[in-house]
């Protein structure tokens, strides 16, 4: 269940809304906001991530992991829970209607398993595995917690039963049956019946019809001294490596007094076939101590001789190697000589095993593998890119501690391709490696389905800016019985934002001078008393502006872009001077006044920027965000001229985003709402005369001249400027 930015969950009236999921659960946006915590239940045998920007009010249950980044109120029961940097769970203490959820429902059993060999021995004990199994695929199995009884039925001319098997998930039996002749396996008196049918399989998980033939004579394969092959991975022999064995094949014979087993002594080649029993085709040949042997999808037609050193005794050892992907069933037959001749008559044996790839090779289309912030950019936030998995053959360089698993950082880029690895499917994961502590984020798409020629290609997209990991493992983790296939890029990366976006935290308060004082009017084209080379005007409160990083949908803010600390995961590449301030049609600072018209009322009053630099900082409390603030030393001056002679007005001056880039070229969006000015106002400006009056006197003595400061308060209409105390006149 995936609840996206654009949707909502609400819930009106009364009663209790209970949402059971089967898979995992993320919610990005608004869940029962206007509702009671106690009106919503929502539950979920795996994952639960609340993610940022989301609202919920519930009460939530997981088996698995639950994750908070966002706003919660209600409460949570899980396996594993975090609340990340950013959470708020508000617990609410009254009690929901649960409903049925606590009570012990009926185990369900979709089928039940038996694993077992085509050819048993008379002499020897056979053991076969029984699961229980509640998905419904048969080549895999989701084995049941519940406990079930049942019997294990070998059906041939003489019944053996083993009765009242009690087992929890799977379980292996061993019994003996004596008589040389084919038997059915079934699974009666079952305590929880199965909705399906019963699946038994020879190891290749194809449905061998439950039969199974008992000989007096023939060949077993031995695995350190335990019956049957180990699974194998693709081009690595079998006594090398990841799950190495000495793997034995011995010649056998039921003693016709005691019943008993006895080795058989062999002077002689014997021959091997090896049939593919799933795999979308065969085209490359098993191969036994170096020598390919006939492998096809079908019986065997044709064997090879192979002296593989049994030398007078009854066993001997042999390596097994297969190219590409699936199950097998290797056969071997020995032609039992009579009076030195061949009898026509075979001792014969068979075993089934898995070959699985080694490992996934992780192609990221493009990927810089930035290591940290300081690495070359990749994509950006929310942009898709191709993702390519590839099934490859095994190296031992890749595998150092032998576990089966590509190292980490392992390249299997020049390893061998398995072929014929098809029809499976696979999950891609991330987790982040820079910034420390910074948001995991969301891949678009991570799932890739029924691969074709052992490789699949999806596009996905990460929500977030940083470095991630990737992970890629089966869906169901097992390939046909022989456990996971995994691969992993170490680094991906480096995302970026894919836009900024521009709004107004602070439009800014302007204020005038007056001489030392401030003040709240100046005049047109009155500069700084203590220079006169910069305007009067300056701020009371400076403006600030909130610049945010998005992902390609303008929706989801980018918060690793500003958590990181340090030169190595600090992803923030935008300074001060990165963010443009429109400075006039001429770039000559020259601005107008956001609304005022002037003298003849066409234009708009200009005035004059003296700009200082800005700083640019780290919001306080919203990650992904910076702030800008003008600097504190700007200074600003309206143009004195015939056309700004108005009467006095209140200054609104638009402080205007041109553009904003960072060092990666990341600019602003493109919407006309992604950049927004802000309007510094709070000071009036009065378009000042100084007056003199006219005065008489003697030529030998000195003139005392009347003068006046005056503004004009409506048109033609000036008066005493009374509150100018400051004005200093220079009279030499």
């Known amino acids: 269940l995936q609840i996206y930015n654009d949707s909502e969950i609400v819930i009106t009236g009364g009663g209790v809304v209970r949402i059971f999921v089967q898979s995992g659960v993320g919610l990005h946006s608004k869940t029962n906001v206007d509702g009671d915590a106690t009106q919503l239940l929502i539950y979920s045998p795996e994952d639960i991530n609340l993610y940022y920007g989301s609202v919920t009010k519930a009460f939530i249950a997981s088996r698995a992991e639950f994750n908070l980044h966002a706003t919660m109120v209600g409460a949570v029961i899980a396996e594993n829970i975090i609340l990340q940097s950013s959470a708020l769970l508000t617990y609410e203490s009254n009690t929901p209607d649960f409903g049925d959820l606590c009570t012990i429902p009926d185990p369900v059993i ?40 049942l019997d294990l039925l070998i059906d041939g001319s003489v019944d053996v039963t083993q009765a009242r098997i009690n087992f929890t998930g799977s379980t292996d039996v061993t019994f003996n049956y004596t008589l040389a002749e084919p038997v059915v396996l079934s699974l009666p008196n079952a305590t929880v019946a199965a909705t399906s049918t019963l699946f038994c399989s020879d190891g290749s998980f194809n449905n061998s019809n439950c039969q199974m033939s008992f000989v007096d004579t023939g060949f077993r394969f031995l695995s350190d001294g335990n019956v049957g092959i180990n699974h194998q991975l693709s081009g690595k022999n079998s006594d090398t490596g990841y799950n190495a064995t000495s793997l034995v094949i011995q010649a056998i014979e039921k003693n016709n007094v005691s019943g008993a087993c006895q080795g058989v002594v062999i002077n002689q080649e014997i021959e091997f076939s090896a049939q593919c029993t799933n795999a979308s085709s065969c085209s490359s040949a098993l191969v036994v101590d170096g020598t390919p042997v006939p492998t096809s999808d079908s019986a065997p037609s044709s064997y090879q001789a192979i002296d593989v050193g049994f030398n007078g005794t009854d066993t001997a050892e042999i390596v097994l190697n297969y190219p590409d992907a699936g199950a097998l069933s290797l056969y071997a037959r020995y032609n039992i000589p009579v009076n030195g001749s061949p009898s026509g008559t075979y001792m014969t044996g068979q075993d089934s095993f898995t070959v699985r790839p080694f490992g996934f090779d992780i192609k990221v289309a493009g990927n810089a593998m930035a290591e940290d912030a300081t690495g070359s950019k990749y994509v950006a936030a929310g942009e898709t890119f191709a993702v390519t998995l590839i099934a490859k053959q095994w190296e031992g360089g890749d595998d150092a501690n032998d576990d089966g698993v590509p190292d980490l950082g392992a390249n299997l880029s020049d390893n061998v391709t ?26 678009s798409n991570n799932t890739l389905s029924n691969f074709v020629n052992s490789e699949q290609t999806i596009n996905t997209a990460w929500n977030e800016v940083g470095v991630i990991r990737f992970n890629a493992n089966l869906s169901d983790n097992d390939y046909i019985g022989a456990g996971d296939i995994q691969g992993n890029v170490p680094h991906v990366g ?78 923030n ?102 950049l927004n000015d802000a309007i510094a106002t709070g000071v009036e400006i009065r378009f000042g005369r100084l007056v003199m009056k006219n005065t008489y006197g003697p030529e030998t003595s000195t003139l005392a001249i009347p003068m006046q400061i005056e503004y004009l308060l409506s048109p033609d209409n000036y008066i005493v400027n009374t509150d100018d105390n400051c004005t200093v006149i220079a009279t030499d």
């Open 110 to 149: 979709d089928h039940y398993q038996i694993i077992h060999q085509n050819t048993g021995l008379t002499c020897d004990s056979e053991t076969v595995t029984i699961k229980a199994c509640t998905n419904s695929s048969y080549d895999s199995c989701t084995e049941s917690t519940s406990s079930v009884t």
């Open 573 to 674: 590449m935008l300074s001060a001077s990165g963010v443009i301030i429109a400075n006039g049609v001429n770039n000559d600072d020259i601005i107008n006044d956001n609304i005022q018209l002037d003298k003849n009322g066409s234009d708009l009053i200009t005035l004059t920027a003296n700009w200082s630099t800005a700083s640019l900082t780290e919001h306080p409390t919203e990650e992904g965000t910076l702030l800008y603030t003008f600097s504190d030393f700007d200074h600003y001056t309206f143009n004195k001229n015939g056309l700004s002679e108005v009467p006095p007005f209140i200054a609104e001056i638009p402080l205007k985003v041109e553009s904003i880039t960072d060092s990666d070229g990341i600019t602003h969006g493109s919407d006309a709402a992604d």
């Open 418 to 443: 398995a072929k014929h690895f098809s029809d499976e499917n696979a999950l891609l994961t991330h987790s982040l490696v820079e910034p420390f502590g910074g948001v995991v984020g969301t891949l």
């Open 494 to 571: 480096r995302f970026t934002p894919h836009h900024y976006k521009q709004t107004v935290e602070v439009h800014g308060e302007l204020i005038g001078e007056c001489g030392l004082l401030d003040s709240s009017w100046v005049y047109t084209g009155q500069k700084d008393s203590a220079t006169q080379l910069m305007g009067a005007i300056r701020y009371n409160q400076q403006p600030t502006l909130i610049i945010t990083a998005y992902a390609s949908n303008g929706v989801d803010i980018t918060k690793n872009y500003t958590i990181g600390n340090d030169v190595e995961d600090d992803f």
